[in-house]
């Protein structure tokens, strides 16, 4: 979910193969070849879980706003920032004559309403509807008691949207422009369920349209929109997309000129650290150890204490990923939330409420073999098959059957789509995954404990901490934001999971390309990219 993004790996390499053209920021005819990590699951904005998939829609579809080669937040399909009425609870857009969609139709209000009512409709089992939860009438909607037309959204003319919230949203305009996504009415209507399972089953409103994804191969492109109506500022004409895995052949590419743009992990980024070509930047993210509490086995807090203790969060970043990542402080990674009268970081002003300890991690553990009445105790944790999840779960299995008598880890590795599958399915006992968020406000990470949450994977469930979240967040300003401090403080008083590290990404960018700009919540948006 870029929606998250649900990485639940951290490369994205790049591969392909790069044609003739002429150069400097003048739109040419050279492509440009980049990677995904896997293959995305679908080009739905609706059904969108993962991060592939997502990295897709953020380069072929626009929302009422959009971020810039800068990554500020500016208009997109709408012809402005608004202002909201109504203490905050009140949006009124007016929308650009000259958006149009792939196939030449206008972008209309109509398919803004329509990619929200479809989204929040229990038909469409979308896994992250709660995005619109602050939109009036979001609950008896969602769950079927009243009409999909008394949701808090509504065309008032072809080019005129209103959204009524029931409770002001402090990070709407993050989701205005990343999560609120148009669909085409008609296409909708035309391919029902199965509107985006290929490239062919969507039409697209951003600078690029999809070619040539059929749902489950490794290559495709990002061609032009010669219908955006931002298109005469679009230089690279054509992307080529191709998945892969093994950093080595992306880095030899690379080397080789046969691709601009890769992630790079590891070693390599330490060795390499003063490659001018490197470029590294934290991510609005965290990667999670996470404890399906719908087993029995797994199911206490003994258990997630022992192994959150047990883990040198320092030794992991330093000397297992060694990319750049930095440890997890808490719930909330560093970045994603400032105090409103300070401007001081939350998670650097609340500190590290994660520590290592293992003398006391063992009595954890103890505790835990007491609790179940067992001695000896196999424990599966699942992982993507990438490099970097498959280091840091060995990393786990070493040092937790190191200090932990009576325990053996079996590592599970499996590719990205099955992992996703299996973390809603709850087909795990421990899982390494993680979470990215799409607005800088702590809310969106302390939210994947609250029981009602559809993407709370562990099924953990604690009536105080709902309580503090919901007191939280019924509150604004200075007053909202020392609640959010006081539910991330009991979070993890209690380990409702156990945050592992903050990834970063570096960048192996050609010096032969600008314009590839990178922030804690954005890849970079091929829109802007140019030869120089």
Request: hydrophobic share 35%; aromatic share 10%.
């Amino acid at each position: 979910m870029r929606n998250k993004k649900w990485l639940l790996g951290l490369a994205f390499l790049g591969l392909g193969f790069v044609l003739a053209g002429c150069g400097k920021s003048a739109t040419s005819t050279k492509e440009l070849s980049v990677t995904l990590p896997d293959e995305p699951m679908t080009v739905d904005p609706n059904k969108q879980t993962d991060t592939n998939s997502a990295a897709v829609i953020l380069q072929s579809m626009e929302g009422l706003y959009r971020y810039d080669k800068n990554n500020k937040l500016t208009p997109g399909v709408a012809t402005k920032v608004v202002t909201p009425t109504n203490n905050g609870k009140t949006y009124t857009f007016n929308l650009r004559k000259d958006a149009k969609w792939s196939n030449g139709q206008p972008v209309t209000a109509q398919d803004f309403v329509t990619s929200f009512r479809r989204n929040v409709d229990p038909k469409t089992k979308s896994q992250y509807s709660t995005l619109f939860a602050a939109f009036k009438n979001y609950t008896p909607v969602s769950t079927g008691k009243i009409s999909l037309s008394k949701l808090g959204v509504q065309a008032l003319g072809k080019y005129k949207l209103r959204i009524q919230l029931s409770t002001p949203v402090p990070y709407f305009n993050d989701l205005a422009a990343d999560k609120f996504l148009p669909l085409n009415t008609a296409a909708v209507k035309k391919y029902g369920q199965s509107y985006g399972t290929s490239s062919s089953k969507a039409v697209y409103d951003g600078a690029y349209k999809v070619v040539g994804w059929t749902g489950s191969n490794s290559s495709f492109s990002y061609q032009k929109n010669n219908y955006y109506w931002n298109k005469n500022n679009v230089k690279v004409p054509k992307v080529n997309v191709t998945v892969t895995k093994d950093q080595n052949t992306a880095i030899d590419l690379f080397k080789s000129g046969k691709i601009q743009e890769t992630t790079v992990t590891g070693q390599y980024v330490r060795q390499n650290k003063n490659d001018p070509e490197m470029k590294t930047h934290l991510l609005g993210r965290l990667q999670y150890l996470y404890f399906n509490n719908k087993k029995n086995q797994t199911n206490s807090e003994n258990l997630r204490k022992a192994f959150s203790l047990v883990v040198d969060r320092n030794t992991l970043t330093n000397n297992v990923l060694e990319d750049g990542s930095k440890p997890a402080l808490s719930a909330v990674p560093v970045g994603d939330m400032k105090n409103p009268k300070t401007g001081q970081d939350m998670a650097t002003e609340q500190g590290n409420l994660l520590k290592t300890d293992v003398a006391q991690a063992k009595q954890y553990w103890n505790k835990y073999l007491q609790e179940k009445g067992t001695k000896n105790v196999t424990l599966d944790l699942l992982t993507d098959n990438t490099d970097a999840d498959r280091n840091v779960g060995q990393y786990v299995q070493q040092v937790a059957e190191k200090n932990f008598k009576g325990l053996k880890v079996t590592l599970t590795q499996v590719p990205h789509a099955q992992h996703v599958a299996r973390d809603f399915a709850g087909q795990f006992e421990m899982n390494l995954t993680g979470w990215s968020t799409n607005w800088l406000d702590a809310s969106d990470f302390l939210s994947l404990a609250q029981s009602t949450n559809t993407v709370n994977f562990t099924h953990w469930k604690d009536a105080q901490f709902d309580s503090l979240l919901k007191q939280a967040n019924a509150k604004s300003g200075y007053a909202r934001y020392q609640g959010l401090m006081k539910a991330n403080q009991y979070l993890m008083s209690v380990q409702g999971f156990v945050p592992l590290y903050q990834p970063a990404e570096a960048k192996l960018v050609s010096k032969k390309v600008g314009g590839l700009n990178y922030s804690l919540l954005n890849e970079a948006q091929y829109q802007y990219a140019y030869w120089k």
